[in-house]
Structure formats: structure tokens, C-alpha cells
């Protein structure tokens, strides 16, 4: 028997939580022989606590044979303490009322005071998942205010966006997801995300042989970075289920392996591609033992460095924003 993984979930009673606990307890995102010391993280507040103890509950009705332990608490330093992984979901969405910059100042408390806890209690490897946006934002503000813990473990989610292009892509094509290799999206999880098909590949053909130009920049891009508002559309919440199941990839994959296949990560910028380092920017990743690789040495053309640069700009508006929180 293996020895059991402290995994902490943020947001714990919101509605990805929802979908997101029930799978890490099934075994979805570290396997089905890997036992889990499952720690529950809410808003500490009456409403928010009734909620996260009805979800353990349920919970503890699965009776998964995987999960050694639950804990649900609204306080971070019991919850981050020698915490292994961490999928940070909770955050305020954004108000009729807010412009993204109050969203930005809003939600950085929430990561300035989740990252002073985990530099003070976590195991000092553990691996951070910021899925509450801005995301790629917030996972910057978490390792800002934890110096003491591995830098390159601070990423966002970007997965929704790659899993979200390769279904556009495979039913464009007449193909499958499974046949889609080498599709990444760089950038920030906004506006301006970047979907690359530059180096795809479907069935080993290249994706762009397959598909129009205008399809591609008109279609596929603009339908990628606005998935979400049609699922709010169409469904009249934002999207769960799948960003729950984005975030169980982004982990399974960092933890478990890639298999020499790319993945769609946000992390922090070594300086390649030109992109200042630092900023929490998505990029295709292989996985291996437990750590990811940065995909080097590609040849960007025009097109692609146009986008790239969009989303620089994009991340050091933000980054500039909430620089000034963090100094306070
Ligand atoms: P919900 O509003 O349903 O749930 C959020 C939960 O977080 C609530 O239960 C709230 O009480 C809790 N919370 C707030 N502050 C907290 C704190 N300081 N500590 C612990 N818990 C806290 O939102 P949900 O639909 O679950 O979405 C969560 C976040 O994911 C949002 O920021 C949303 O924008 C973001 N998303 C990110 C995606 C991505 O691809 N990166 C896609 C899906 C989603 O939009």
C-alpha cells in the first residue's frame, strides 16, 4: 500500500468542487492504487461551511477505499500544512458591478494569504493548480508570497483551453482527440489565449493541411476564448464538470507522466520564447518523473509571435496591478 498524498481542494463547495472531489476520490487524477488524505478548503463563513460539511458527507457516502482521510476546515494553515498538491478553485467570480481590475485586487488576498500559509506549512514541494481566475495571475501572486517553496511548482490552468481546441479540431477534421498530437495554447486564460495548430498534427498529417486558414484565425481562435460566456449561454452556470476535468488531466499528467505527448500547462516563464520570465504563461509541456519540460528550440513564425506578444501584454498589465497589492 502506498503511503497516502495530502491533497488540498480550495473552493471546496463551489460548483467545480462538485465535480472535481468525487473524481480525485475515485482515483481519476493520481491513479487507482494511490491513497489520498483529502483536505477540504472553504470560505470561513456559516453558508460556505454548512455546504463544504453537506459535500463531505456525500463524500464520505462513496465510501472510496482510496481516500485515507477528509478534513474540511476554513483554516489555510491547517489545511496547507505538509500539503503534497493543491488545486486552488476557490476565488470570487467577477460581479455585474466589477471591472477586472477590482476582480484582480478582489481575489488577490485570497492568493497573497493561501501562499504566505503554504510557504509557512506546506511539504516544500508541493505542487500548486490555480484554476480561480485570473488564474494565471493568481498562481503568480501564490509564489510571489511563498518564496521559500519550488518556484517552477506554481502553475494555472490552461487544459480547459487545449482540451476545449482538440474537440474543435478533431470534429472539424473528421477525426478524433486521440489522434491530435503536438496542439498546445499559449498565454493567459483570457481574451487573448493563444489555441496553436502551427505544429499539429492529426493521424501524423499536419492539422493545417486538413483545415482552412480562415477557419482556423475567424472560427476556431475566437470560438476557444469565448467557450466559456457560451456555456454560461447555454447552461446558465459557468463551466464545472469540464474544468474539473481539465484540472484532474493538469495533475494526473504532472504527476503520472505525459507519455512524450505535449500538454498544455501555465508556468512560470524561464525566458524562452521571449517571454519575460516569471510571468505564468501557458505553454506546451511534456511531463516526466513527477516534473514538466518546457517544449524548447520551436520555430515561431509571424503569426504566432503576434498572438505570444499579445498575451506578454495582457500578463504585465495584470502583473503591474497586482505588484502594487503585493508590496502593501
Ligand atoms: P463557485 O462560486 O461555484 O465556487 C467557488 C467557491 O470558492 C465557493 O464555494 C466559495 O465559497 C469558495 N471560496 C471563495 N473564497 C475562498 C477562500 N478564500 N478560500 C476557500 N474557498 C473560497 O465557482 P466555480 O464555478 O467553482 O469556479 C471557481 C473558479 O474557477 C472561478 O474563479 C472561475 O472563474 C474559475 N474557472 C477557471 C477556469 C479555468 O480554465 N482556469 C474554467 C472554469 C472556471 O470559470
Known sequence: MKKPVKVVVTGAAGQIGYSLLFRIGAGDMLGTDQPIDLMMLERNNEQSLKNSRGVQMELDDCAFPLLNSITATSDPYVCFKDAEIALLVG????????????????????????GKAMNEVADRNIKVLVVGNPCNTNAYIARRCSPDLNPRNFTA?????????????????????????????????GGTMFPDLTNATVAGKPALD????????????????????????????????????????HI??????????????AVPSDGSYGIPEGLTF???VICKNGDYEIVKDL???????????????????????VDEIIAK
Open 91 to 114: 476565488s470570487r467570480p467577477r460581479t455585474a458591478d466589477m471591472q477586472r481590475a477590482d476582480l484582480l485586487a478582489a481575489n488577490a488576498q485570497i492568493f497573497v494569504e493561501q
Open 157 to 189: 490552468m490552461m487544459r480547459l483551453d487545449e482540451n476545449r481546441t482538440l474537440t474543435q479540431v478533431a470534429q472539424k477534421a473528421n477525426s478524433t482527440v486521440a489522434q491530435i498530437s503536438k496542439l498546445a495554447v499559449w498565454g493567459n486564460h
Open 210 to 249: 486538413l483545415i482552412t486558414e480562415d477557419w482556423y484565425v475567424n472560427e476556431l481562435i475566437p470560438t476557444v476564448a469565448k467557450r466559456g460566456s457560451a456555456i454560461i449561454q447555454a447552461r446558465g452556470h459557468s463551466s464545472a464538470a469540464s474544468a474539473a476535468n481539465a484540472a484532474i488531466d
Open 252 to 265: 494526473h499528467d504532472w504527476v503520472l507522466g505525459s507519455n512524450g505527448e505535449w500538454a498544455t500547462m
Open 282 to 284: 501557458g505553454m506546451p
Open 299 to 321: 520555430e515561431l513564425n509571424q503569426f504566432q509571435k503576434d498572438h505570444i506578444a499579445a498575451n506578454i501584454r495582457a500578463l504585465e498589465e495584470e502583473r503591474a496591478i
